[in-house]
């Protein structure tokens, strides 16, 4: 992969909001959270070096300048990375249109497109291949659901071309959705309108479909995962630190759990599950922290449940106190022998008092 495209370019689309997983974008962007011990994008830039990647444009909007002190020039990930930014949002496409402007790439080149909310195993070597193979305009990863009347569907025909883009609907005629990883001719992005508001899923790719070009699926069922939602974020994290999803950024070896420098875990506390206990974090005697992300320099105190959950940083939960399925923002507190389940977040600097929210009758 490396020798036959040693100067392969990559986009990477990072300048949503993060509204489904406040209140821990509150204050960091999605693409930065901490996600299995390294900020999510790690995991996504480490892979894209894997398959002969050496450059990025990072597609950058919301808290845009957050991101340049993490990555740097890329050169810790044996990267060049390069940043754009949208002064107002402009749609996906919008979005790759104005990240090209910092490419190098030729007209006839392929250019990478991920999405930074996307964890995928997916060979994106081979998607790259197919697309040069077919000579397509562009190329998409295609992932097969269960449950496709969640998503859009994106049906093909015998020989992979793309047919159309469907909206959700209750009856899907294929179960193959659009799974966020494309791969461009560079001549195609230039043809998006410039310093417009441009959506490739609505109206860029529907267009080339409907002018004759080639849009290919790239279609397969490997692990793929929009990290999106509070749930799917902990168990993106669980999957990597439990080894189900490879990846060259894990800063430790698989396993129940990854503990990172300076944290403290009793002897007599349970962790597992893959679990992330962050740096500095405390887990202490008689604890239970099951498939769960505590972030750096939180406290989980003696006889308290974790199950599920992010408790973000410098965040306490207090004796007794149990927290599943639950966010727990930065700094907060959650008093002894409160419950917190069923999706519960509680925002940054909240203190809730000793059994203050309970979902058992008991005493």
């Known amino acids: ?24 974008t509150l204050g960091t962007p999605k693409p930065l959270l901490p996600t299995a011990g390294v900020p999510f994008l790690a995991h996504q830039l480490a892979r ?5 990647v050496r450059r990025i444009v990072f597609a950058t909007s919301y808290k ?5 002190p993490v990555f740097g020039d890329g050169s810790a990930f044996g990267l060049s990375i390069e940043y754009m930014t949208e002064e107002t949002p402009l749609g996906t496409g919008g979005a790759i249109r104005n990240a090209a402007e910092a490419l190098g790439s030729g007209p006839d080149d392929p250019v990478l497109i991920l999405n930074g909310d996307i964890l995928s195993g997916h060979d994106i070597g081979d998607q790259i291949r197919t697309h040069l193979r077919r000579s397509a305009a562009v190329t998409l990863h295609l992932t097969e ?18 047919t159309a883009f469907l909206e959700k609907t209750p009856n899907p005629v294929t179960n193959r959705i659009n799974a966020g990883c494309y791969v461009f001719t560079r001549s195609v992005i230039d043809q998006i309108p410039r310093g417009e508001v441009v959506s490739v899923e609505r109206q860029t790719f529907p267009g080339l479909i409907e002018s004759g070009e080639l849009v290919l699926g790239y279609a ?7 990290v999106g939602t509070p749930a799917a974020f902990v168990r993106g994290s669980r999957d990597l630190v439990l080894g189900r999803l490879a990846s060259p950024a894990l800063p430790g070896p698989t396993g129940e759990y990854l503990v990172l420098d300076g944290a403290v875990v009793s002897p007599e506390a349970k962790v597992q599950g893959g679990s992330t206990v962050g740096a500095r974090a405390v887990v202490e005697a008689g604890a239970s922290v099951m498939g769960s992300v505590l ?3 939180c406290v989980i105190h003696s006889g308290a449940t974790v199950t599920d959950s992010v408790v973000g940083r410098g965040a306490r939960v207090c004796a007794g106190a149990v927290v599943c399925d639950a966010v727990i923002g930065d700094g907060a507190v959650v008093g002894a022998g409160n419950e917190l389940q069923a999706g519960v977040r509680i925002w940054p600097g909240i203190e809730l008092p000793e059994r203050a929210v309970r979902y058992s009758s008991d005493v």
Do not use: K
Request: hydrophobic fraction near 35%; include cysteine.
């Open 1 to 24: 992969m490396e020798s036959s495209l040693p100067d392969l370019e990559a986009i990477l689309l990072v300048g949503g909001q993060g509204t489904r997983l406040r209140p821990l």
């Open 48 to 52: 894209a070096r894997s398959f002969g």
């Open 64 to 68: 845009a300048s957050m991101f340049e």
């Open 145 to 162: 659901v269960d449950d496709p009347t969640r998503f859009g569907c994106v049906p093909t025909d015998d020989d992979g071309r793309v």
């Open 220 to 226: 397969d069922r490997t692990y793929w995962l929009d």
């Open 295 to 297: 972030s750096d320099d």
